[in-house]
């Protein structure tokens, strides 16, 4: 049988799909939980009964401990992921890290239907978005470093899968608002649609190992789940004496195909022999993308969906899908298309000085939608009254804002030699996670400011 010189080819996009998934399953957890604001805050929209009049209970800000809750665990995490990656397998990382995502899913579901006091509501939901994005930032940090092992359009495609994970709650809360179910019921089914998500998540990792073409670039026999690394480090040791044996279970039956691969583990270990830069040159090298992305995300965290989720609609006939199609549907789209365009268009250049000044630029959105129709408020006056005007707004947030993002992370390891281009994706994910925080913790003074 004549042998392959090429590396095999993703049969169906098979592998493609999956990461697609695997992207859309990583942002799942903030999605929905940010999504479904306005039923948390209806769970807690408590009112007291004094004197026939009825006063409004305690104001729990839940859209900002939500995003700073969600966000620091990102920042931790990632963190403590760097240190895992070396000391817990791949397979434990990810795989578990989904499974008790899903059983946080089924709590929540399950806490539709259990009658609950606001106080101990709050604080239970706060735990469970604090646990749920703890195991989601291992998660993403996880997949990062696996899709880095496929060709370059596969992180696209994992990137443009976490782009419609916004979109995917959006259209979900949607079906829940507009179906004649009660509330309740609606809100049920809308937290099985994300546990549902996670579970085919899961089943896509699983399945990869399974796939000659992800079994090729990952490294990883029949034995992926179970942690083969140490199969992989004696297939190595064996290319570096001139004999890289495989038996049938490593599918290793072809010569040629044998000669393929030890040409790409000879580069790798010629790779691995450059020494590399330290972490402190490669970010002096790559800090004005960290600054753009730690920027872009600060803006951004800093009214969506603090301030966004509070602004009312003129016109109350479609008062309970305002948010959900203005604010949350119009965002992810938004974000998403910007991620996209960034295939096609990359202005400017990433040694242009116009690229920080128009990532600065993106701060005049948070005077302009703190002075949209926010309700309720204290200090500052509405001047944009129109839904129209907060969408348009909206619109021109979210694609400056996905594209951005997009186009920082790409040109970052380009500043960078292809050695050290992991560093420079490690330090980006950090500042990209600070970024996250930043904007997260600036959303508390800014909607009191309002």
């Known amino acids: 049988m004549k042998g392959r010189t090429n590396p095999p080819v993703d049969r169906g996009y098979l592998v493609g799909i999956a990461f697609f998934i695997l992207g859309l399953g990583t942002l799942l957890p903030w999605n929905f939980f940010m999504t479904a604001s306005l039923y948390f805050q209806g769970r807690l929209n408590t009112r007291e009964w004094r004197n ?6 305690k104001n729990y800000y839940f859209n900002n401990w939500m995003t700073l809750l969600s966000q620091l665990p990102l920042l931790l995490f990632t963190l403590l992921n760097s240190i895992l990656y070396q000391r817990i397998s791949e397979a434990i990382r990810i795989a578990g890290s989904l499974v008790f995502i899903l059983l946080f899913f089924i709590f ?10 606001a106080d101990r509501f709050f604080s239970v939901t706060m735990a ?3 646990f749920i994005n703890s195991f989601g930032a291992v998660l993403q940090g996880s997949l990062f470093g696996l899709v880095g092992l496929l060709p370059q359009k596969y992180s696209a495609i994992f990137m443009s899968g976490q782009g419609l994970a916004g979109t995917f709650a959006a259209v979900a809360m949607l079906l829940a608002i507009g179906s004649d179910a009660g509330s309740e019921t609606a809100a049920l089914g809308y937290f099985i649609t994300p546990c549902v998500g996670t579970l085919v998540t899961l089943i896509s990792y699983l399945l990869l190992p399974h ?7 990952l490294g990883k026999s029949s034995n992926y789940e179970a942690g083969a690394s140490d199969e992989l480090l004696k297939e190595k040791g064996n290319v570096q004496n001139g004999h890289a044996n495989g038996g049938p279970a490593e599918g290793q039956k072809d010569a040629e195909a044998d000669g393929t691969k030890v040409a790409f583990l000879s580069m790798e270990q010629e790779e691995r022999g450059q020494s590399k830069a330290s972490v402190i040159e490669v970010f002096k090298k790559i800090w004005v993308m960290a600054f753009c992305v730690t920027f872009v995300f600060t803006v951004t965290l800093s009214v969506f969906p603090a301030v966004t989720a509070d602004v009312k609609t003129i016109f109350h006939s479609w008062d309970r899908f305002f948010i959900a199609v203005c604010c949350f549907l119009t965002f992810n789209l938004g974000d998403w298309f910007g991620r996209t365009v960034t295939t096609f268009v990359r202005w400017p250049a990433k040694e242009s000085r116009l690229f920080p000044g128009l990532v600065v630029s993106r701060v005049l959105f948070v005077p302009l939608l703190m002075l949209c129709n926010v309700q309720s408020r204290a200090y500052l006056p509405v001047f944009f009254y129109h839904d129209a005007v907060f969408t348009v707004i909206m619109v021109l947030f979210s694609v400056s804002s996905g594209y951005f993002v997009c186009l920082s992370m790409s ?3 380009q500043l960078v ?5 992991e560093t420079a994706g490690a330090l980006m994910t950090f500042f990209l996670a600070l970024g996250l925080s930043l904007g997260a913790a600036l ?3 800014l909607r009191a400011l309002v």
Do not use: C, R
């Not at 929540?108 to 006091?117: E, I, Q, R």
């Open 52 to 57: 026939g009049t009825a006063v409004v209970g």
């Open 128 to 130: 469970t978005i604090w």
């Open 443 to 445: 959303s508390f003074p």
């Open 108 to 117: 929540t579901a399950v806490l539709v239907k259990v009658p609950m006091d």
């Open 411 to 413: 040109y970052a390891p």
């Open 417 to 421: 030699e292809p050695k050290d281009a």
């Open 211 to 217: 796939l000659e073409f992800g079994q090729f670039y």
